[in-house]
Each structure stands twice: as C-alpha cells, then as structure tokens.
C-alpha cells in the first residue's frame, strides 16, 4: 500500500510542477541541470540549514520562508543567472 504524501499532492497541483512529474525524463534533466545545482548550493549557503524547512513548507501552502531565500539569493549575479537560466529551460 503506498503512502498518501501532502508534499506531493501540493505539487500536482501547480500546472508546470504537475507536468514535470509527468515527464521523469524532463525531470531529471532539469535536476541535474549546472543552474540547479547552483542555486541549490546557493539557496543552502543562504539557509543556514533551513532549507529543507523552508521547502516543505512551501509544499504545504507556505511559500514564504522559501520566496525570501529565493530572493535573497537572486540579489546575487551568481544567483540571478541561476533562476534565468532555469526559466529558460521551463518556458517552452
């Protein structure tokens, strides 16, 4: 029987979240991309460890804590070429 998980029902619920689910290819593309891992090693360093606090609760509806890293981080050149080049590779 598998588990009935908030987080990723939030996430279905979002059209572009939904339609990556749908493509794993696409997925982890995106995942494996050098702008994701950028500005995950950024969104970390800025987090002070709350990241994953941060995401969870934007999962669940909160997006606060997660828009002001996101925010911060995009202050950044670094971290602002991050994010374009993401939107870059999500706008079809």
Same mark, same amino acid.
């Given at each position: 029987?598998?588990?009935?998980?908030?987080?990723?029902?939030?996430?279905?619920? &979002?059209?572009?979240? #939904?339609?990556?689910?749908?493509? !794993?290819? %696409? +997925?982890?593309? $995106? *995942? @494996?991309?050098?702008?994701?891992?950028?500005?995950?090693?950024?969104?970390?360093?800025?987090?002070?460890?709350?990241?994953? &606090?941060?995401?969870? #609760?934007?999962?669940?509806?909160? !997006?606060? %804590? +997660?828009?002001? $890293? *996101? @925010?911060?981080?995009?202050?950044?050149?670094?971290?602002?070429?991050?994010?374009?080049?993401?939107?870059?590779?999500?706008?079809?």
């Amino acid at each position: 029987m598998s588990k009935h998980d908030p987080d990723l029902d939030a996430l279905k619920k &979002d059209p572009q979240a #939904a339609q990556l689910l749908k493509d !794993p290819g %696409a +997925l982890k593309s $995106l *995942l @494996s991309a050098p702008e994701t891992q950028k500005l995950m090693n950024l969104l970390n360093q800025s987090a002070g460890g709350s990241l994953q &606090d941060a995401a969870h #609760a934007a999962a669940k509806g909160k !997006p606060d %804590a +997660l828009m002001g $890293l *996101l @925010s911060q981080v995009m202050q950044s050149k670094e971290g602002a070429q991050a994010v374009e080049g993401l939107q870059k590779k999500t706008t079809k």
